[in-house]
């Protein structure tokens, strides 16, 4: 074989040779080109040599444009081209510079295109010099490009670090993985070299080449392949039938010298005017604008021995063309009229649902009843974070818990009733002698023995701003006449009282008084939901700064405005960091195991352990499974294009590959054991859905370890118990640190009562606060303490835990650092526990956390927690996109896109809250509905009518005589 090749080579060079002795002057190969190593014929040719001439040629163009965003995951510079950076010098060659950025952003290179547009299939080759190595962070290509997608690229970047320059190699706009391309350093030993081609220069390709000095570079583009060459050495082939995307329609032809700042190509860019130098240009290619006719025509007239050869260093000049050429080619459109009849159907079935939708809405009338239905109390258990407590006091005990329609004989034995508000109560009323509030806690004589919570938090003006479900429910235990106020006075200032008659009664008790002690604590107990309604708003600011302005959050970021320097470091360390999320973990732990601490019922823990996984799952699935839709047709396209304008490249989101990667990541988000990051990570919007993960793998440490405690009866031993436990899940970076720090604060709270005795002893309360104080304090500290000195405590305390894999300390490892953002940290958990320690103890706190707007969005939470991000990356990323467009400045356009985002997820709060609601709370509260519940007797099937409902009418006329006669026959 190989024998043969050369002897087809020798063959055909000294044809060649005796063709060029022929044609020594100016050729003309009217006949096209051949290409003896590759068997590849092309019709014409553009050929430029830069040592001969001091303009650019007819053929090309310089280009001149600056971009307003870039098509790019990581691309933080804008593209721009000047012809002025396009120059001549005088040792012959092309060079196209590239100016330093400006500080918006924008750095403009020099790029060339040729002005026919009708390049199909070709060979194109170049002699470049690359970017030199002093000036780091650029690349200089050589590019097809018809659209996104039908592009091809070669790019020579030398990166900041020279020893890490490459030539990639891309096709379709590939990702730019380094796998696509080859070192400088050891590009032409690993390559798949084609060792019988012999390249211009005239060396053979083995390999050697300096890529620092000039080059030959080269595409083969056919229809069945595309050759990427470099020195003369293959190094990478892609072939249509592994392929099917492949470049396949007619583009024009670019050479550009150009930096987006992207990490993953070519970084940079340079600070200082750097260039590329081309020597020459050979381009062989077939015409998409030459017709049939023509085509026919050429093939009569010429045989393949009359063509020229590509190899021959003779040849000058370009091949004529006519205006056609330049025109950009159209793909014909072809109208599937297959499509018409899907589309109708879609618009009738939507047409029909909007309309009965909107009939029942209308008919339902939910604004004449001031709780509209829409808006349902239920604190999202959530997940997310949260929830636990908070709920309680807010509300309804219903909620979660499954309330009276779900377990209509014993509402309040829900576990999640006890976990509500008995602490907050308790909390409000240090002194017994004054009477607090009141919460009316609903508990009738009959069932006072059932009842295990203390009422507070079920209060109606807890509920207020969202009461309509607490409505039904004392309706309900009303009418049952299971319900008085035992405690005298229903506090129920709430607004709730509209909704029925039936509930009148409660609400012209008189409204609640309550008083306090060392200071006047709060007469609310919903300071716990205005906590994690606070924590779910900063972290929904948190991700907005990330994804629109990252100098906020991110220290060393590029900045756009100075004050985003003040803003990183004056108030990200305080509020727009992780440590928030721990709040919500050592905040969900207490609806898990407040009714197992009070009665040790291990029912409780039962029922916690078998409504938490569905409890969070069912949202979460709903909510991915719709992300999955709206990615996949197209919602956050245009995430893509802000990373150019606002310079951050944290936000990414794709599509799930398979249906069976969604199953897979949902399932793995069930089991994965927390620390590592789910892989749906990357398929929703933010990767808030970690936590989910933490919160359930939390459930069964703190379900297992409650049982645990709860049998260690001496105080010390058991408080040894959780600091033992403390320091283990810390050592081990486990989130579990967390957990047991919300299972000893409720633990403290529940069977230790620690609030009232701190209330009644100020020499201790004090004290106490004030080292809570020094906690919050010292987690904010280490946050504050990088921006001024070289110390970062984060980094340092990262790396003293072990390496699970090998049992060393980070410090000898690879992992050594700053930790993930999804590991614990310990300046975190002091601050969690320092900050819930205080909004537990301090009325100050708790009042200001109490603010109506807080309470508001509780129960959205876990709405708002799921969904942010999927407003921010479509909504927010299109409105960017739109303003710059329009050349909107940055500033303004990142102002629109924060107010109007945040209308907007607003808005869809109470339209999509209830779905989640009803789809988590109420379906789980089923689930253990039917688990643990006798069903109900059997019944006939047309139960109450008589079995011979149907028997009967035989006997009457008609349908008796079609009947009868069946029968007979
Ligand atoms: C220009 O460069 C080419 C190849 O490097 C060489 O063959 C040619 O002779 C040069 N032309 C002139 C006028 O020097
Ligand atoms: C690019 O052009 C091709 C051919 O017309 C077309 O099929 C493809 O959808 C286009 N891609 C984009 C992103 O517009
Ligand atoms: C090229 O160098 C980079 C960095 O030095 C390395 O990660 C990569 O694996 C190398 N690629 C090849 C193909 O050798």
């Not at 509209?372 to 807010?394: F, L, R």
């Not at 650092?817 to 614990?824: C, D």
Request: proline share 7%; glycine share 6%.
């Amino acid at each position: 074989m190989f024998y043969l090749q050369c002897l087809i080579f020798f063959l055909v060079s000294s044809f060649n040779v005796a063709a060029n002795v022929l044609n020594a002057e100016q050729k003309n190969c009217s006949c096209g080109y051949y290409d003896t190593g590759t068997e590849n014929f092309f019709t014409d040719s553009i050929i430029v040599y830069f040592n001969e001439t001091n303009s650019l040629p007819d053929t090309f163009l310089a280009e001149d444009y600056e971009h307003k965003y870039e098509k790019d995951w990581n691309a933080i510079y804008r593209q721009g081209a000047d012809p002025a950076n396009v120059r001549f010098n005088k040792s012959g060659s092309l060079q196209l510079f590239l100016s330093p950025p400006t500080k918006h952003h924008l750095v403009k290179g020099g790029s060339i295109r040729t002005r026919r547009r009708d390049i199909h299939h070709g060979s194109f080759r170049t002699f470049i010099k690359s970017p030199r190595r002093t000036l780091p962070g650029s690349a200089m290509s050589m590019i097809w490009q018809y659209n996104e997608t039908e592009t091809t690229e070669l790019s020579i970047m030398n990166t900041n670090n020279p020893s890490r320059a490459w030539v990639g190699t891309f096709v379709n706009g590939e990702f730019t993985t380094r796998n696509l391309g080859v070192n400088f350093t050891n590009a032409l030993n690993n390559s798949t070299a084609n060792r019988n081609y012999t390249t211009l220069s005239g060396f053979l390709g083995n390999g050697n080449v300096d890529l620092w000095e000039y080059a030959e570079y080269r595409m083969d583009w056919t229809k069945d392949y595309i050759n990427f060459y470099v020195g003369g050495n293959l190094t990478r082939s892609v072939l249509h039938k592994d392929n099917k995307g492949m470049p396949s329609v007619p583009s024009p032809f670019y050479f550009k010298h150009w930096s987006t700042g992207n990490r993953f190509s070519m970084e940079g860019p340079p600070n200082r005017e750097s260039v590329a130098n081309i020597g020459w240009i050979r381009m062989f290619f077939n015409s998409s604008s030459m017709t049939k006719d023509a085509r026919d025509k050429f093939r009569g007239r010429c045989l393949l021995t009359e063509a020229c050869s590509m190899n021959d260093i003779t040849l000058r000049g370009s091949t004529p063309y006519a205006a056609q050429a330049t025109k950009k080619w159209k793909q014909a459109k072809s109208e599937d009229p297959k499509r018409m009849p899907a589309v109708w159907i879609s618009v009738i079935c939507i047409s029909l649902s909007t309309f009965l939708l909107v009939h029942a809405f209308i008919r339902r009338a939910p604004w004449k009843r001031k709780s509209g239905p829409t808006i349902h109390g239920h604190p999202p258990v959530s997940a997310v974070e949260s929830s636990g407590p908070p709920k309680n006091p807010e509300s309804n005990p219903i909620q979660d818990s499954n309330s009276p329609f779900e377990d209509p004989k014993n509402p309040f034995e829900t576990p999640e009733h006890v976990l509500t508000s008995q602490d907050s109560l308790t909390l409000v009323h240090p002194s017994p002698g004054t009477s607090v509030y009141t919460g009316s806690t609903p508990d009738g004589p009959s069932r006072t023995a059932s009842i295990r919570f203390d009422s507070g938090g079920t209060t109606p003006c807890v509920i207020s701003p969202y009461s309509s479900n607490f409505n039904n429910t004392l309706e309900e235990l009303h009418s049952k006449g299971a319900y008085t106020a035992k405690h005298g006075n229903a506090a129920s200032k709430n607004s709730s009282g509209q909704t029925n008659t039936t509930f009148d009664a409660q609400s012209a008790l008189p409204p609640p008084r309550m008083t306090a002690h060392p200071p006047s604590p709060r007469q609310r107990v919903d300071y716990l939901a205005g906590l994690v309604a606070m924590c779910s708003i900063l972290v929904t600011v948190m991700h907005f700064g990330l994804t629109f302005v990252p100098a906020m959050i991110i220290p060393g970021a590029h900045e756009h405005h100075q004050s985003e320097h003040w803003a990183q470091q004056l108030i990200a360390p305080f509020i727009l960091n992780q440590m928030w999320l721990g709040v919500f973990f050592t905040t969900s732990v207490r609806f898990l195991v407040a009714g197992y601490l009070k009665n040790g019922n291990m029912e409780s823990i039962a029922k916690a352990a078998v409504r938490r996984t569905p409890r969070l799952m069912i949202p979460v699935t709903t909510v991915a499974l719709f992300e999955y839709f709206v990615i996949d047709v197209g919602a956050t396209t245009y995430l893509r294009y802000i990373p150019s304008i606002t310079w951050s490249t944290w936000p990414y989101v794709t599509r799930f590959e398979t249906i069976g990667h969604f199953i897979s990541g949902i399932l793995e988000l069930i089991y994965l054991i927390p620390n590592a990051v789910p892989q749906i990570t990357f398929n929703y919007c933010t990767g808030v859905l970690w936590t989910i993960a933490v919160q359930l793998q939390g459930s069964w440490l703190v379900l297992i370890g409650v049982i645990i405690v709860y049998e260690v009866k001496s105080p010390w031993k058991r408080m040894g118990f959780y600091v033992f436990a403390l320091i283990n899940h810390w050592y081990a970076q486990s989130w579990g640190s967390y957990l047991w720090f919300g299972l000893l604060l409720t633990d403290l709270d529940i069977t230790y009562k620690y609030k009232e005795w701190l209330h009644k002893r100020p020499f201790a309360y004090y004290p106490l606060i004030l080292s809570c104080w020094i906690c919050v304090a010292a987690g904010f500290a280490a946050n504050m303490i990088p921006n001024w000195i070289d110390f970062n405590f984060l980094t340092y305390e990262n790396n003293i835990h072990p390496d699970p894999n090998t049992g060393e300390p980070y410090w000898n490892t690879d992992k050594a650092g700053y930790p993930e953002y999804y590991t614990p940290r310990l300046n975190g958990l002091l601050f969690a526990a320092g900050m819930q320690a205080i909004v537990e103890l301090s009325p100050t706190v708790q009042w200001v956390l109490s603010l109506p707007f807080l309470l508001v969005l509780f129960p959205h939470i876990f709405t708002i927690y799921l969904l942010h991000g999927l407003v921010f990356w479509s909504w927010g990323s299109w409105l960017m996109i739109f303003m710059a467009d329009r050349n909107i400045g940055y500033s303004i356009s990142v102002a629109i896109v924060g107010v109007t985002s945040y209308m907007l997820l607003f808005l869809i709060l109470p339209i999509v809250t209830p779905i989640i609601e009803a789809l988590g709370k109420d379906t789980t509260a089923l689930v253990w509905m039917t688990a643990t519940e006798k069903s109900p007797p059997r019944r006939r099937t047309l139960f109450p009518f008589p079995d011979d409902l149907f028997a009967r009418r035989e006997h009457g006329d008609a349908a008796g005589g079609v009947a009868r006669a069946t029968r007979e026959r």
